[in-house]
């Protein structure tokens, strides 16, 4: 893997087995795997022998990180640049192993525990796609980051009318959600089980990765929800229902064999859905709503942000800037000017202990990103200084001359917003109280404020 190789690009990803057999990675020659697999092995076994309650968590050089997630019988390595901060690469390998129980469940350690040298890449058959679509997602869009999802705005009638043609189905579900393009419209569940956000992020991540699902009126496909049961499968009835706004709609059972009473509530649900409503989701749609211009806000000094509303599990973005409607987080920070002076000011929480001043990580000036780095991934460091802490910072300012970025964090609300070179604290701050009056004001229609129920 050449320097050039890995570069801006992002983590790089391996998953072995305890035996040091390859299972999966995103680079590398398919030659040059066992031998790489066998060494990551050998690390992990080596800082085990110095005590049973010892893991390895990461090793540093040559410029790369190695941040190693060990979930039996699986191990999870990612390789990224020394200057991510650990927590994001912890982050990605734990979604990276959610998305593998999201094909196998959780049972297929039983495979292991029968043959320790098993060829898992048999029962993984051709989803690696999945694999590759949830990192990638994880570089560009904000949900990984933020544990949560985004929403299509709506006006609150409209989302209403969604959610009631979902709670007229009957067909004993678990749970029934419509989407688009990865943005939730509307979730119905039963009281006893809630649909997590992780979920939800996994359920996403299939929709934007199979075409297949696409191309079929109807597809029936077994998954499993960590958050619901990690060692089960639920079948899911997938279908797109109104190909003008690519609406799909997705109903959940722990039945294998409800195929046709799921293809009859589909057929409920397009009946019972109104032409009105129809028009409605495709005007938010067309006008790509899920994105703020930040420009319409007159909010001065603030250029992005990224708020997540902690209370409904859902996050609201400005639209990235250069994105022309791609993959937002992809999108670079724009910068004008240098220093060699950073500096960084924090809060802790309300009910945290210490004072105010500089940060005291020696990363703190760098967190702010350099020159040409995807936006994304300035927040991404951002977030994890924030909550380096326990319990988390409640402010945390970094400017360096280039750029400033501000992070806030209150019981409602976390919010990440960017900033010209030259805006203070005082500045930062005063837009990001803004933008929160702005967001609690509009928040009916940028959220789903909470799933629906059947009762």
Request: hydrophobic share 45%; aromatic share 6%; with cysteine.
């Amino acid at each position: 893997m050449a320097p050039a190789e890995h570069g801006r690009s992002g983590a790089h990803v391996f998953v072995l087995s305890n035996a040091g057999k390859p299972i999966f990675s995103t680079a590398g020659a398919e030659a040059d795997l066992s031998s790489l697999s066998a060494v990551m092995q050998a690390l992990v076994s080596f800082v085990r022998g110095k005590g049973d309650s010892d893991e390895l968590q990461w090793v540093e050089g040559g410029g790369r990180r190695f941040v190693f997630e060990v979930r039996e019988p699986l191990y999870l390595v990612a390789v990224t640049d020394s200057r991510e901060h650990p927590a994001c690469a912890a982050r990605l390998l734990h979604y990276v192993h959610l998305q593998i129980l999201f094909v196998l469940t959780a049972s297929f350690d039983k495979v292991f525990r029968a043959d320790a040298s098993y060829d898992l890449r048999s029962l993984l058959g051709g989803t690696d796609k999945g694999l590759r679509s949830l990192i990638c997602a994880a570089r560009t869009r904000p949900d990984v980051l933020l544990e949560a999802v985004a929403c299509v705005p709506l006006p609150p009638g409209t989302r209403a009318e969604f959610g009631r043609v979902l709670q007229l189905v009957e067909a004993n579900l678990l749970f029934a959600l419509l989407t688009v393009r990865g943005k939730v419209v509307s979730v119905v569940e039963t009281c006893r089980r809630p649909l997590g956000a992780s979920d939800l992020i996994l359920l996403n991540n299939l929709l934007l990765s199979s075409q297949s699902l696409r191309a079929a009126d109807e597809s029936w496909v077994p998954v499993c929800l960590p958050g619901l049961d990690s060692r089960a499968f639920v079948h899911a009835h997938v279908s797109f229902v109104d190909p003008a706004s690519d609406l799909c709609l997705v109903l959940i059972t722990p039945r294998a064999d409800d195929f046709e009473r799921l293809a009859a509530a589909r057929q409920q649900v397009m009946q019972r859905l109104s032409p009105a409503t129809r028009d409605a989701l495709r005007q938010a749609v067309e006008a790509n709503l899920a994105e703020v211009d930040v420009g319409t806000l007159g909010i001065p000094a603030l250029s992005h942000f990224v708020c997540l509303d902690r209370v409904a599990g859902v996050y609201v973005c400005a639209r990235f800037p250069g994105s022309g409607g791609a993959a937002p987080g992809g999108a670079v920070l724009a910068t004008t000017g240098s220093s060699d002076a950073p500096g960084a000011t924090a809060e802790p929480a309300p009910n945290g202990s210490g004072e105010s001043g500089e940060s005291g990580n020696a990363d703190s000036g760098d967190s702010a990103g350099e020159a040409g780095e995807p936006l994304l991934e300035v927040y991404q460091r951002l977030h994890a200084e924030l909550h380096a802490t326990s319990p988390p910072l409640s402010l945390l300012f970094v400017a360096d001359g280039r750029h400033a970025l501000l992070g806030l964090v209150t019981d409602e609300y976390e919010l990440y917003t960017a900033h010209g070179p030259l805006c203070t604290k005082a500045e930062a701050s005063a837009a990001a109280q803004a933008l929160l009056r702005w967001v609690q004001r509009q928040r009916s229609t940028l959220v789903l404020e909470k799933h629906l129920n059947w009762a």
